[in-house]
Structure formats: C-alpha cells, structure tokens
Nanobody, 121 residues
Framework: QVQLVESGGGLVQAGGSLRLACAAS????????MGWHRQAPGKQRELVASITRGSSTTYVRSVKGRFTISRDNAKNTVYLQMNNLKPEDTAVYYCNAEVVVRSFVSPLGYWGQGTQVTVSS
C-alpha cells in the first residue's frame, strides 16, 4: 500500500507565499515522476508542475517564474514553493507520483488527498 500525504496549504493574501509538501510512504521501491495538479471550483483539474527523478521540470505557463517544484528522493517527497500568489491560484492542490512497488512491474500512479490553497485579494 502506498500513501501520498500533502501538507502546507492555507489562506494567504495576494503577493504572499506558501510551500506545499507531499510525502510518499509505504511499499516503495522507487518513485519516478512526481507532480502537482490543481482544481478550482467549476474548472477541470490541471497540471501545474512536474518533476522527473532526475529533477527535470515542467510548468504550466501561468505559474512560470512564480512557482518552483523540487524533490528529495531520499525522502520520497516533492515540494511546491509558490511565490507572488494571485487570487486565481485558489484551488485544491493535489500531488501525484509514479511509484515502483515491485521489481519488473510498471510503475503505478497514486494521488494525494488534496490541500486547499486560498489567495485573498
């Protein structure tokens, strides 16, 4: 069994910062790609940022230059540093990870439970 537990969400004023963390635990051999997604009310879930095991990163255009994704492979943890937050960043943020649980078996995708980020104007 694999669990992803997120932390770090909350309420912040526009221009402020938050740091999200997501730790994977359980029967894990290794963790490949990790990412952060978000879903605002009435909108589809979108990929915000992703990072490979080798730390190559991608970002959705709306957060480039403001958000930074990073990871600690020893801790199976991914982070999202969010600076200069805007009201339109308000959403539930979910982490996901591709986890290898057994040798010679393809990685499986897991999701966290989500953490609320609210940015007031």
């Amino acid at each position: 069994q694999v669990q992803l537990v997120e932390s770090g969400g909350g309420l912040v004023q526009a221009g402020g910062s938050l740091r999200l963390a997501c730790a994977a635990s359980g029967s894990i051999l290794s963790v490949n790609g990790m990412g952060w997604h978000r879903q605002a009310p009435g909108k589809q879930r979108e990929l915000v940022a992703s990072i490979t095991r080798g730390s190559s990163t991608t970002y959705v255009r709306s957060v480039k230059g403001r958000f930074t994704i990073s990871r600690d492979n020893a801790k199976n943890t991914v982070y999202l540093q969010m600076n200069n937050l805007k009201p339109e960043d308000t959403a539930v943020y979910y982490c996901n990870a591709e986890v290898v649980v057994r040798s010679f078996v393809s990685p499986l995708g897991y999701w966290g439970q989500g953490t609320q980020v609210t940015v007031s104007s």
